[in-house]
């Protein structure tokens, strides 16, 4: 699994609430037996018109936000479908970082088993950012997992919450299904006593 | 100590439990399906290792299985591709598939087979690479939707990583008047509290409105409670469910029949068991739903009028309902009844069993589908298929002029070629009426199969109230 240390980068503000993952990657992308590609693909109907041409007004789109690498999303991104295609797609792209007020749990599971990294901010924090973003395109975020902050450019930090476990995965790249298959023993002790 | 149902079948299940970690959590039932898991099962290769309890997973196609007859070969590649790994992957590790060429007969929707085969049980924990897995819930059973990564993680050693959620309890209570359905008490739910009220939640529905619904119905509200946010929807088993369960192909019989309903007759939450919230409606208050924007919490009563974003005072959700509404191409404190549409969905694992298409069925018996509109009946599995079939009511669907089809998701996900063309509007019994949901540019009106029959009738957005007696 990838690894998430630190990370600074500008951001890509997609104010939008309730985002869904039918939206962060449609449906018919889903027939692959891979993980390759999907980037391209990533809110192909928001970013691509009919003819596949992109469009102007999508802020993917817009030539000053190639490169940033950590999504300013409204609240409650990713509900909807439980397809892991979402984070594929927006790690393809090359997200490391998303920061919201809430996310859909399937999400926040499937985006930490990818290392990229949920960031839930109160509302006020917020509305600062988008506000941040708004007064400067070139606002710049510093994210250190390991300090649990993300630094803004007047050097102000705001501390954000992870439980211990998901946090010493990505600092670690530690293979989540590695450490549950070294509990076999316990495994096969549970079997015993409940299948009997 | 009061325990609720979740916290009974939660405990039963960690295998482990480390301080400041997510429980390792045992897992009763997998189920497995096309699209979210051939990378699972290609991990398993990476890892050189096998399925840990293939008598513990099961697999069926449905998500990009052609509607059309059986007989006929799946045209899009990547769908056949897609199959055609399935198959391998199930015959290399020995699981179970319900398959087109292995159990035609049996195949369907992974949310209405499983319980249709008696494989959904009571107090058990159930797992599937889909969010609509909460529909198992309906029988007193934890399920939930998991990611692929997941999914490789249960195949590899039969249990989760999980943070214990919180528990919602969701009180209704009321009678149902004539016409409303399991599917509106859940459109009115989500419509109330927002897609995102259970976020970190896991609901249980309690109440008489709950207690009297059948399980077919108890399913269609378990099913949306990802819609509401909340990754399992629990309802208490009881004589409804047993009654439901028994006799099916995996159910256990004879001694083991008496042993398993002792157990499942402790699961009910105890008297006084605390939830961490509560949320209540009252059914006997709701008149038929009807969605109309693009998330499934943007749903009115069907007599109701569109509303207006200029009166909507928070911004971001003014914002959201303006661009809904230049989406799906309605105007502000518009109706909604008589909205003209172009095709009518009944199907998806929320309304495709048979009590559903009995109910559109009732509708539809000696009228005729609007010129104007394509209808289509898309039964949950074979199984249903051939019941609704016994009971002639394909012949109802037919000579109304409604198309009717072989078993799978359909027009719900729309990866199948059932689809929408841009800008249609339809009446959908589905889930999910996101953007393109049921085609690129498709809009969605979500409603009960009553509704969708009457408005199929109609043309266009109907009340099923006038049409029935
Ligand atoms: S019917 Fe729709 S919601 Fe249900 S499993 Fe299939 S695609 Fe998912």
């Known amino acids: ?196 | 100590m009061s325990q609720t149902l979740f916290e009974k079948i939660w405990n039963a299940h960690v295998v482990a439990q480390e301080p400041d970690s997510p429980a390792v959590l045992y897992i009763d039932l997998h189920l497995v399906h096309e699209v979210t898991s051939p990378q699972a099962f290609d991990g398993l290769r990476t890892r050189g290792i096998r399925v840990r309890r293939p008598d513990r997973t099961f697999a069926t196609m449905d998500h990009g299985i052609p509607t059309t007859p059986r007989d006929l070969p799946i045209l899009d590649e990547l769908a056949a591709k897609q199959i055609a790994q399935l198959e391998k992957n199930c015959a290399e590790f020995g699981v179970t598939l319900y398959g087109l060429h292995s159990a035609p007969d049996k195949m369907g929707i992974v949310h209405v087979i499983g319980p249709e085969l008696g494989l959904t049980q009571p107090g058990m924990t159930i797992v599937c690479g889909d969010s609509h897995t909460s529909t198992h819930g309906a029988f007193g059973a934890l399920a939930f939707g998991i990611g692929t990564s997941e999914v490789e993680m249960v195949l590899a050693t039969q249990c989760l990583l999980q943070r214990k959620p919180k528990t919602m309890q969701v009180q209704i209570d009321g009678v149902l008047q004539k016409g409303v359905t399991a599917k509106d008490i859940i459109l009115a739910l989500i419509a109330r509290y927002g897609v995102g009220a259970g976020t970190g939640h896991v609901f249980e529905y309690t109440g008489a409105a709950i207690r009297r619904l059948s399980m077919e119905e108890r399913m269609t509200i378990c099913n949306m409670s990802i819609e509401g946010g909340a990754r399992a929807g629990l309802i208490a088993p009881d004589d409804t469910t047993f009654e439901y369960m028994a006799g099916r192909e995996y159910a256990p019989k004879g001694p083991a029949w008496d042993k398993a309903l002792a157990r499942w007759r402790t699961l009910p939450s105890d008297p006084g068991a605390r939830y961490d919230a509560t949320l209540t409606l009252d059914a006997g208050a709701l008149e038929p739903m009807v969605t109309f924007g693009t998330n499934p919490g943007m749903g009115i009563g069907i007599t109701g009028r569109v509303p207006d974003p200029a009166k909507t005072p928070d911004l971001s959700a003014r914002n959201a309902l303006s661009k809904a509404l230049a989406y799906m191409d309605l105007k502000p404190n518009q109706p909604l009844l008589g909205q003209p549409i172009d095709v009518v969905f009944i199907g998806s694992c929320t309304n495709s069993r048979i009590t559903d298409l009995r109910l559109a069925a009732s509708v539809l018996k000696g009228r005729k589908v609007n010129p104007r509109v394509r209808a289509m009946v898309v039964p949950g599995s074979a199984q249903v298929k051939r019941q609704a079939e016994a009971e002639g009511l394909d012949r109802i669907f037919k000579e109304a002029g409604a198309e009717w089809r072989e078993a799978g998701c359909s027009m719900c996900i729309a990866m199948n070629g059932d689809q929408l063309a841009p800008g249609q509007y339809a009446v959908s019994t589905s889930n999910r009426n996101f953007e393109g949901r049921q085609g690129k540019g498709g809009r969605t009106f979500l409603a009960s199969p009553l509704t969708a029959a009457a408005s199929a009738v109609a043309g266009a957005v109907a009340d099923p109230r006038t049409l029935i007696q």
């Open chain 1, 1 to 196: 699994m990838n690894q998430f240390t630190t990370l600074t980068s500008k951001i890509v503000p997609l104010p939008n609430e309730n985002v869904d993952t039918d939206q962060i990657i449609p449906a018919r992308f889903l027939k692959v037996t891979d993980k390759k590609g999907l980037g391209d693909n990533l809110f192909a109907d928001w970013r691509y018109d009919a003819d596949g041409s992109p469009r102007a007004d999508f802020v993917l789109n817009r030539p000053e936000m190639q490169g940033r690498q950590i999504l300013l999303a409204g609240d409650n991104f990713g509900c909807g479908s439980s397809r892991e295609h979402a984070p594929w797609a927006l790690v393809g792209y090359g997200f490391r970082a998303v920061i919201s007020t809430s996310f859909a749990d399937i999400f926040r599971n499937n985006s930490l088993k990818n290392g990229l990294l949920p960031i839930v901010v109160d509302k006020d924090t917020h509305q600062q950012l988008f506000s941040l973003v708004q007064e400067d395109p070139n606002t710049t975020l510093a994210i250190d997992l390991a300090a649990q902050t993300v630094t803004l450019p007047d050097g102000r930090r705001v501390a954000f919450s992870i439980d211990h476990f998901s946090k010493t995965c990505l600092l670690n790249g530690v293979d989540e299904i590695g450490y549950v298959l070294n509990l076999r023993d316990k495994i096969e002790a549970f079997e015993r006593i409940h299948e009997g």
